[in-house]
C-alpha cells in the first residue's frame, strides 16, 4: 500500500521556468492538499480539493495553480518560479468521513536559483 | 478562518523527562484536533487525535488534553526517548464540515541520552 507519493522528490529549477509538482494517492481520499513547509513557518495551505474536479484557494495560493483531473491525482503547477518558492512541498489526502485522519507524501524538496 | 498558535517552538529535555506543547485556536466551530509527528526528511505522521466530546486521550506515552472553554489543546510525552526528537505540528478542523486543518507552527524537540 504505497499510500500518498510524490513525485519529484528533489528539483532545482531557474527562475522563470516552469513545473509540475505529481501528487497520487491510493486510498481513495476524496480530500486532497498541497502544503509549504518553510523554517519557523509550519505547514501552510496553498490549494486543496474536495473532490474530482474541483480545486480552492488556501493560505498562500499565489504563484501557484493545481488540478484534479483525476480523483487519485493532484497536481501544482509553477507557471514562473521565483526564488521564494524555494520550499518544501508536501501533498496530503484524506476522507471527508469515518477516519479523517491525513496521510503526508514524503515531500519536495524545490530550490529556485 | 481558524488560526493555530503553538508554543514552544523549540523544546529541549533530558531523556526521561516529561515534554509539554501547547496549542491555541481561535474558532469555537472546530471539534476535530489532531498531532502530528514529522522526524527528519519525512513527511508528518498522525501520532494521536481527540474530537472535542472528550477532554483526555491517553496512547501509552503521549497524552493529549482538551478545555473547550478556553480554546487550547496540549500534547504530553512522558518518559521521553531519543527517538521522540522530531518536530510535532497540532491542528484542529471541524469534522463533518469542511475538514481543512489549520497547522501550528510546529515545535522541535530534542531529546538528549
Known amino acids: 500500500n504505497a499510500g500518498v507519493t510524490q513525485t519529484p522528490k528533489f528539483r532545482v529549477l531557474k527562475t522563470g521556468q516552469s513545473m509540475t509538482l505529481l501528487c497520487a494517492q491510493d486510498m481513495n481520499h476524496e480530500y486532497m492538499y498541497w502544503y509549504r513547509q518553510d523554517p519557523g513557518m509550519g505547514l501552510r495551505l496553498i490549494h486543496y480539493s474536495v473532490g474530482e474536479g474541483t480545486t480552492a484557494k488556501g493560505e498562500v495560493p499565489d504563484g501557484y495553480n493545481v488540478s484534479r483531473l483525476k480523483k487519485q491525482n493532484f497536481l501544482l503547477g509553477l507557471e514562473s518560479a521565483a526564488p521564494s518558492q524555494t520550499s518544501v512541498y508536501f501533498c496530503?489526502?484524506?476522507?471527508?468521513?469515518?477516519?479523517?485522519?491525513?496521510?503526508f507524501g514524503q515531500g519536495t524538496r524545490l530550490t529556485v536559483v | 478562518g481558524e488560526n493555530v498558535e503553538q508554543h514552544p517552538s523549540t523544546l529541549s529535555v533530558q531523556e526521561g523527562d516529561s515534554a509539554v506543547i501547547k496549542c491555541t485556536y481561535s474558532d469555537s466551530a472546530s471539534n476535530y484536533f489532531p498531532w502530528y509527528k514529522q522526524e527528519l526528511g519525512k513527511g508528518p505522521q498522525l501520532i494521536i487525535d481527540?474530537?472535542?466530546?472528550?477532554g483526555e486521550k491517553k496512547d501509552q506515552r503521549i497524552a493529549v488534553t482538551l478545555n473547550k472553554t478556553a480554546k487550547h489543546f496540549s500534547l504530553h510525552i512522558t518518559e521521553t526517548q531519543p527517538e521522540d526528537s522530531a518536530v510535532y505540528f497540532c491542528a484542529a478542523s471541524i469534522e463533518r464540515g469542511s475538514y481543512i486543518p489549520t497547522f501550528g507552527r510546529g515545535t522541535s524537540l530534542i531529546v538528549h541520552p
Open positions: 481527540i474530537r472535542s466530546n472528550v
Open positions: 496530503a489526502s484524506s476522507s471527508h468521513t469515518g477516519n479523517i485522519e491525513a496521510f
